[in-house]
T-cell receptor
Framework: LAKTTQPISMDSYEGQEVNITCSHN???????ITWYQQFPSQGPRFIIQ???TKVTNEVASLFIPADRKSSTLSLPRVSLSDTAVYYC???????????FGSGTRLLVRP | GEEVAQTPKHLVRGEGQKAKLYCAPI?????VFWYQQVLKNEFKFLIS????????ETGMPKERFSAKCLPNSPCSLEIQATKLEDSAVYFC??????????????FGDGTRLSIL
């Protein structure tokens, strides 16, 4: 059963780079890794998705080492509005069902 | 539409009453998923549809939960004879293809169901 493990919480300050690492030891060969952001009273919002090496978009970068047993979400120069819960997701046993872990609660301080 | 639309935002029911939640997926998306989020941010997969066909319902409490996705109508999740433990936020998500094919699921903002 694929499972993800993330730190429960992280603190940062405005303007800093934040890296959140997720471990997914049992990820299958063809599975993608997806990160979501969730604010209170809102649904999870897609941030970035990757399969291997590095993916970058306008809001984040995703680093995936060769063994794919972990991934790191990198948020450059965070702001107060980045305070949220961040979820790393992989499919459940190569199916289409997403496994949500407990997520990482990021607090950005002024 | 461009967003997954869920209604109502908040639904309050007395224990034993029926609750019905609605979800309009993003136009053009073939797959619809329902998740239940309870305390501590835990999400539980309930059911998925490929168009109007049930794709996987292994997460559904069969006795009281049912769901439909009919053509030209919002999808729905219905709970009969609600229990206190059904209190949660129910999220609907849609995608163009199944997970694992580089097409992420897009979520609505959920319906908060409160059973009193």
């Amino acid at each position: 059963l694929a499972k993800t493990t993330q730190p429960i919480s992280m603190d940062s300050y405005e303007g800093q780079e934040v890296n959140i690492t997720c471990s997914h030891n049992n990820i299958a060969t063809n599975d993608y890794i997806t990160w979501y952001q969730q604010f209170p009273s809102q649904g999870p919002r897609f941030i970035i998705q990757g399969y291997k090496t590095k993916v970058t978009n306008e809001v984040a970068s995703l680093f995936i080492p060769a063994d794919r047993k972990s991934s790191t979400l990198s948020l450059p120069r965070v702001s107060l509005s980045d305070t949220a819960v961040y979820y790393c997701l992989v499919p459940m046993d190569s199916s289409y069902k997403l496994i949500f872990g407990s997520g990482t609660r990021l607090l950005v301080r002024p | 539409g461009e967003e997954v639309a869920q209604t109502p935002k908040h639904l309050v029911r007395g224990e034993g009453q029926k609750a019905k939640l609605y979800c309009a997926p993003i136009k053009g998306h073939s797959y619809v998923f329902w998740y239940q989020q309870v305390l501590k941010n835990e999400f539980k997969f309930l059911i998925s549809f490929q168009n109007e066909n049930v794709f996987d319902e292994t997460g559904m409490p069969k006795e009281r939960f049912s769901a439909k996705c009919l053509p030209n109508s919002p999808c729905s999740l219905e709970i009969q004879a609600t229990k206190l433990e059904d209190s949660a936020v129910y999220f609907c998500a849609s995608s163009q293809w199944n997970v694992g094919e580089d097409q992420p699921q897009h979520f609505g903002d959920g319906t908060r169901l409160s059973i009193l």
